[in-house]
Nanobody, 117 residues
Framework: VQLQASGGGLVQAGGSLRLSCAAS???????????MGWYHQAPGKKRELVAS??????NHADSVRGRFTISRDKVKNTIDLQMNSLKVEDTGVYFC??????????WGQGTLVTVSS
């Protein structure tokens, strides 16, 4: 499975962005995806999980709960992250990740989000 992330950009605080992660590869591997997530890496900091779907259950980190929503489109093979009420501290690179065919991992290349005050 290969992942291509998109949707990042420059936005003012309080604005919205929608990130999308498109999966490609063998159909059976894509269908095997049961665990997926979006990670945020702020400048100079480690990568942190902000939202995930695991076996159909959604989870969001405290820092984004109520503002971000993760979703999966099985027809388009995308994993999206709707980001509302963005804050300056949401700035950073966002990476998508999936687990497929058991314990195989795939990462997207990252998409940059910059939130200005």
């Amino acid at each position: 499975v290969q992942l291509q992330a998109s949707g990042g950009g420059l936005v003012q605080a309080g604005g919205s962005l929608r990130l999308s992660c498109a999966a490609s590869g063998r159909r059976t591997s894509i269908q095997s995806i049961q665990s997926m997530g979006w990670y945020h890496q702020a400048p100079g900091k480690k990568r942190e999980l902000v939202a995930s779907i695991i076996n159909g259950n959604r989870n969001h980190a405290d820092s984004v709960r109520g503002r971000f929503t993760i979703s999966r489109d099985k027809v388009k093979n995308t994993i999206d992250l709707q980001m509302n009420s963005l804050k300056v501290e949401d700035t950073g690179v966002y990476f998508c990740n999936v687990r497929f065919d058991g314990w195989n991992n795939a990462w997207g290349q990252g998409t940059l989000v910059t939130v200005s005050s």
